[in-house]
């Protein structure tokens, strides 16, 4: 990977590796972490050159990642190309992603859950008993879920990384021993 230090190449590779476990395509997963390195915006063609991948292949990706909101375009004085950056704050770049993957996932099985609970009625047949009070968990574990995480939406990224930083306040919010 050209004009790259080891530590950047290191990087750039096990995000890409990660991003295959998190269900995001490896190339889409490096595009993420040159960009978010990079001091300054890059274009198609540096990204490509830099990652050694098809320049159709950096195209797709760059789309896919403003399609998360990870990245945005940036326009240059005088050049006609599009250059692109990544959001700088890993606070708030965790949050979109967090919004993101609610919206592609969790939302749609709390409305699959929900059909599913309503299907079965208040009293399900003997044979289906089992399943519909494991749905019925399932259902209430997200339900939970979610209202946790609706309530941390209005919560500024800095108190909520101040409170995530105090260390312990899990257990001191519930009276747990140290």
Known sequence: MADLTPTMQRFILHW???????????TVAQVHALLFLSSR??????????????????STSLRELQGWR????????????EYYESLGDVWEMFRIVLE??????????????????????????????????RIRAMLDFFETMNKA????????????????????????LFGAAS
């Not at 915006?41 to 950096?58: F, G, M, Y």
């Not at 699959?112 to 399900?124: I, N, Q, T």
């Open 149 to 172: 995480h609706e309530a941390t939406r209005s919560v500024s990224t800095q108190k909520l990384c101040r409170a995530l930083k105090a260390g312990n306040f899990v257990r001191r």
């Open 16 to 26: 890409g590796e990660m991003g295959t476990r998190w269900g995001v395509n490896r």
């Open 70 to 81: 990870l990245i945005r375009p940036v326009q240059r004085m005088g050049d006609r190309r």
């Open 41 to 58: 915006p890059l274009n198609a063609e540096e990204i490509a050159e830099t990652l050694s991948v098809a320049r159709s292949n950096v």
């Open 100 to 133: 993101e993957r609610k919206k592609r996932e969790i939302d749609p099985t709390l409305v699959m859950l929900r059909e599913c609970v309503a299907d079965m009625g208040a009293r399900p047949p003997a044979r289906e008993a089992h399943a519909a009070d």
